[in-house]
């Protein structure tokens, strides 16, 4: 019997892959207009699927502490001994801690103590899409340093200051 939390962290493999078959039966037996839309097709399938490949390094599980939610570029932790809040738009660095027990995100607002964030908190994995959106942020290497065994904090992301002096 297949669990449902497999089919949920294989899922956007299973849809490229359906994708995927569906477009390049299209490429090959069809005529006129439709081979075009199933290259098409198999061309978006292997981006999902290198997507979702991505995605599946980052999950580690949700057994850990405390819960996280993103709504309305705010980035909220609700753990059972601390917790915190962050605005995405004010966020100027994010470091991965390994050190700690489960290892933990760290993000840093100016002026406000960090949030520590397992990685493996319930609803952690939507921390995903908020580093897909950072700009200048290295997903290969970051997922490299998830699972890695740094002795010391590292720093994932940080914002460049462009201000003028």
Same mark, same amino acid.
């Given at each position: 019997?297949?669990?449902?939390?497999? @089919?949920?962290?294989?899922?956007?493999?299973? @849809?490229?892959?359906?994708?995927?078959?569906?477009?390049?039966? @299209?490429?090959?037996? +069809?005529?006129?207009?439709?081979?075009?839309?199933?290259?098409?097709?198999?061309?978006?399938?292997?981006?999902?699927? $290198?997507?979702?490949?991505?995605?599946?390094? $980052?999950?580690? *599980?949700?057994?850990?502490?405390?819960?996280?939610?993103?709504?309305?570029?705010?980035?909220?932790?609700?753990? /059972?001994?601390?917790?915190?809040?962050?605005?995405?738009?004010?966020?100027?660095?994010?470091?991965?801690?390994r +050190?700690?027990? /489960?290892?933990?995100?760290?993000?840093?607002q *100016?002026?406000?103590?960090?949030?520590?964030?397992?990685?493996?908190? &319930?609803?952690? &994995?939507?921390?995903?899409?908020?580093?897909?959106?950072? /700009? *200048?942020?290295? +997903?290969?290497?970051?997922?490299? &340093?998830?699972?890695?065994?740094?002795?010391k904090?590292?720093?994932?992301?940080?914002?460049?200051?462009?201000?003028?002096?």
């Open positions: 019997m297949i669990r449902k939390e497999a @089919l949920m962290r294989w899922r956007g493999v299973i @849809l490229a892959a359906l994708i995927g078959a569906f477009g390049l039966r @299209l490429l090959l037996a +069809t005529f006129g207009i439709m081979p075009w839309i199933g290259g098409l097709l198999v061309a978006l399938s292997v981006v999902m699927l $290198f997507a979702s490949l991505q995605r599946m390094r $980052f999950f580690s *599980g949700h057994d850990g502490p405390g819960v996280v939610q993103v709504v309305e570029g705010q980035l909220s932790y609700f753990g /059972p001994l601390d917790g915190g809040i962050v605005s995405l738009t004010e966020m100027n660095r994010i470091e991965l801690d +050190t700690c027990q /489960p290892a933990c995100w760290r993000f840093f *100016g002026g406000q103590t960090p949030v520590h964030i397992p990685v493996n908190a &319930e609803g952690a &994995e939507q921390l995903f899409d908020i580093f897909a959106r950072l /700009p *200048g942020i290295d +997903t290969g290497r970051m997922l490299d &340093e998830l699972r890695g065994n740094a002795q904090p590292v720093v994932i992301w940080r914002k460049d200051d462009l201000r003028l002096h």
